[in-house]
């Protein structure tokens, strides 16, 4: 993914945490030569309607980053029961090509495990002895333009986020390295994979 890329995605989302963030993004970039992002995504508001539309903007920006994947997108979620997330992995895999890999902890939502493997993409269902609450995506993650987006991922254009919570989004290398080598963990912890689901 490309740093105009980022660029869009920030802007097109049109909050005003978008907004702030392509400051500071030029603003670093000029001081520092570095091209490295780190935007946080903030949920909630004071107003129902601003929740909602904070809500679904923070949504299409995360998806904008998974669909300008061009090689890898590595999903990490204790669920994953967003049809518009199912959705976007899918399209991404087929359009891009690109390989997508997702770790779940045990789930009862079938369906759309089915559908991923329908697809050809690769699951695997963890079951450890204790519950595992990581949510993160790694979009090509062995790739100089990384990104990482953690945090509140498992919303829907119908379920949005009105909570308090908060997804980082960031190309910092040394983050994606620790969250490519979580994510490597993980995968290899479950020994197979959910081909037939």
Same mark, same amino acid.
């Given at each position: 993914?490309? +740093?105009? #890329?980022?660029?869009?995605?920030?802007?097109?989302?049109? %909050? $005003?945490?978008?907004?702030?963030?392509? !400051?500071? *993004?030029?603003?670093?970039?000029?001081?520092?030569?570095?091209?490295?992002?780190?935007?946080?995504?903030?949920?909630?508001?004071?107003?129902?309607?601003?929740?909602?539309?904070?809500?679904?903007?923070?949504?299409?920006?995360?998806?904008?980053?998974? +669909?300008? #994947?061009?090689?890898?997108?590595?999903?990490?979620?204790? %669920? $994953?029961?967003?049809?518009?997330?199912? !959705?976007? *992995?899918?399209?991404?895999?087929?359009?891009?090509?690109?390989?997508?890999?997702?770790?779940?902890?045990?789930?009862?939502?079938?369906?759309?495990?089915?559908?991923?493997?329908?697809?050809?993409?690769?699951?695997?269902?963890?079951?450890?002895?204790?519950?595992? #609450?990581?949510?993160?995506?790694?979009?090509?993650?062995?790739?100089?333009?990384?990104?990482?987006?953690?945090?509140? *991922?498992?919303?829907?254009?119908?379920?949005?986020?009105?909570?308090?919570?908060?997804?980082?989004?960031?190309?910092?290398?040394?983050?994606?390295?620790?969250?490519?080598?979580?994510?490597?963990?993980?995968?290899?912890?479950?020994?197979?994979?959910?081909?037939?689901?």
């Amino acid at each position: 993914m490309y +740093l105009s #890329a980022w660029k869009s995605a920030l802007g097109y989302g049109g %909050s $005003l945490i978008c907004e702030l963030g392509l !400051k500071i *993004l030029r603003i670093n970039r000029n001081k520092q030569g570095d091209s490295a992002i780190n935007e946080i995504l903030l949920y909630g508001a004071e107003n129902e309607e601003h929740q909602k539309q904070i809500g679904l903007n923070n949504l299409l920006c995360i998806y904008y980053v998974i +669909l300008h #994947a061009s090689n890898t997108v590595d999903v990490c979620v204790p %669920s $994953l029961a967003s049809d518009t997330l199912t !959705k976007c *992995l899918i399209s991404v895999h087929q359009k891009n090509k690109v390989q997508v890999r997702i770790a779940i902890h045990s789930s009862d939502d079938f369906h759309n495990l089915q559908l991923f493997a329908q697809n050809g993409i690769e699951v695997k269902v963890m079951r450890p002895a204790v519950r595992v #609450a990581h949510e993160f995506v790694v979009v090509d993650g062995g790739a100089r333009d990384a990104v990482a987006a953690l945090g509140a *991922l498992d919303y829907d254009t119908a379920r949005l986020n009105c909570n308090r919570d908060a997804t980082l989004l960031s190309s910092d290398a040394a983050l994606i390295t620790a969250m490519n080598r979580e994510f490597e963990r993980i995968w290899n912890l479950t020994p197979a994979k959910t081909d037939h689901v």
